[in-house]
């Protein structure tokens, strides 16, 4: 999907949701103040998350893995007057990040952000979902395929970033996290109770529908 003609961004960019200028200021401080900025997810991606909460319309979102509230704001834009977005974070630097962008953002009201290791708090919640967007511990995506499952509504949209691993997934050998992310999308494929699509966007969304 990368093209390396910058006139190529220029001309998409026209057609993709406008998010909140705030987003610019969060991307340029996350370049700067974080050792791993390349995990933020963009603002093609973002702009897609933005578009899928627009057309969905959910409740309640959860995000697994905040980084620094880039995507999460990007949502929590989109997102109707009384929804929520519970966002999920278990560096506290990331998360302290986040949460000074929060409260800078109109939007930031209908963000609960926690600090927790996604896995233990999910088996400790039994709320349900209609939209969840994981993109977290990649070694852990078999565990958390066992998990979320239960944690959507029926109907829910189940979104998952970089289930391409940079196309490793299709030899993944020894390594680790290429061979847990082949194994999840291996699960939700056979599983007949989720629809899937996969769009080639960056490094692979996984986007999934709940039919129980
Ligand atoms: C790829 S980044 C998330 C990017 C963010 N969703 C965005 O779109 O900008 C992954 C984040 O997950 C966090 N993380 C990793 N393992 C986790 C776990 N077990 N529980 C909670 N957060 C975790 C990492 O600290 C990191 O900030």
Do not use: C
């Not at 979902?129 to 852990?140: G, I, P, Q, R, S």
């Not at 509504?153 to 970033?161: F, H, K, R, V």
């Amino acid at each position: 999907m990368r093209n390396p003609d910058p006139d190529w961004e220029i001309y998409i960019e026209q057609f993709i949701p406008r998010l909140d200028p705030l987003l610019d200021e969060l991307e340029n401080y996350t370049r700067w103040h974080t050792p791993y900025p390349q995990m933020l997810s963009g603002k093609w991606q973002a702009a897609f998350l933005h578009f899928l909460v627009r057309l969905k319309q959910p409740r309640r979102v959860l995000e697994i893995g905040t980084f620094t509230g880039y995507a999460t704001l990007a949502m929590a834009q989109a997102l109707p007057d009384g929804s929520k977005i519970i966002t999920l974070e278990n560096h506290p630097e990331n998360l302290s990040i986040a949460r000074r962008f929060f409260r800078k953002s109109k939007f930031g009201h209908k963000i609960e952000a926690v600090e927790t290791q996604a896995p233990n708090w999910l088996n400790r919640n039994n709320e349900k979902y209609d939209l969840v967007f994981l993109d977290a511990d990649k070694e852990n995506y078999p565990l958390y395929y066992q998990i979320i499952k239960k944690s959507l509504n029926s109907g829910a949209w189940w979104i998952t970033d970089n289930v391409l691993w940079n196309g490793k997934v299709l030899n993944p050998g020894r390594d680790p996290q290429a061979r847990a992310i082949a194994a999840f999308n291996e699960s939700v494929r056979r599983d007949p109770q989720l629809e899937t699509m996969l769009i080639p966007l960056r490094d692979g969304l996984l986007w999934t529908v709940y039919r129980p």
